[in-house]
């Protein structure tokens, strides 16, 4: 007879997100998958977050769930400390205690964009927004209590499920005979699938079947290969939206560029989301695809 092999759990919260909802799928061959939706972890409820932790008692703590409302948090700024900083010391102090790894994320917003370049983990960090604040909260709190912990800063989030930029485009191209987008911030569209793969690839090669006394705990820049503005974004989701047969009113090489001060909003966006990955590759072994392919990844699920 074969030993009984212990089976790991992997808990995700906020797994009605985007980035969540791919989660379930690219843990799923890890081991039992607890993927709870607010309902059923509060990230804004400390009691109910250890209540949840201590009840299922994961070897992986995944945590996608985010205030994620970067203009209302211009006036909402406690929720979002509470949801994006507060909880993840919270499931820092209770990975720790489990001698779990947690994996959490963040964003380009904890810089101020101003850098010429791709941003690097070492580059000072310097959030124009409360967004961006919220966030770099987060990953001081993980930090400070000093679990094993994965941080993963992504920008330009899309996914099949859930509302972003591409959804929009595609709606707006259908709807409207003209479309102004900004042409003067640069990043690089990275698909939640594309996040969840990879998650699960070093989650699984490098914690659960590998050596959890070396693993390289710390900051790493997830994000697609390249770089672009939301202008040319823009222009390649409806390009590639033509070329399988949707029905246009605006021409995607018409679109208008304009600059985004035409564009005001309450939180400030940084000009430059550019994030290296140079890390995650040296470190783990992850070479990412460049962004063209993911965004025509992404509109062929959206299609399908």
Known sequence: MQPDVAIPTVLVTGSNGQVGFELRRSLAPLG??????????DLSRPDDIRRVVREYRPDVIVNPAAYTAVDKAETDADLAFAINGIAAGILAEEARALGSLLVHYSTDYVFDGTKVGAYVESDAVNPQSVYGKSKLAGEQAIAAIGAQALILRTCWVAGAHGGNFAKTMLRLGRE???L??????????????????????IVARHWLFGDR???????YHLAAAGETTWHAYATEVLRYAATKGVELKVDPARIEAIPATAYPLPAPRPANSRLGTSKLRQTFGIHLPDWQQGVHFLLDQIFS
């Not at 102004?180 to 690839?201: E, N, S």
């Not at 006394?213 to 900051?219: C, D, L, N, T, Y």
């Open 176 to 178: 409207r005979d003209s």
């Open 213 to 219: 006394q070396v693993f390289a705990s710390g900051i």
């Open 180 to 201: 102004r987008v900004i042409a003067d911030q640069f990043g690089a569209p990275t698909t939640a699938a594309l996040i969840a793969d990879v998650t699960a690839q």
């Open 32 to 41: 039992k998958v607890v993927a709870l939706d607010r309902s059923g972890c």
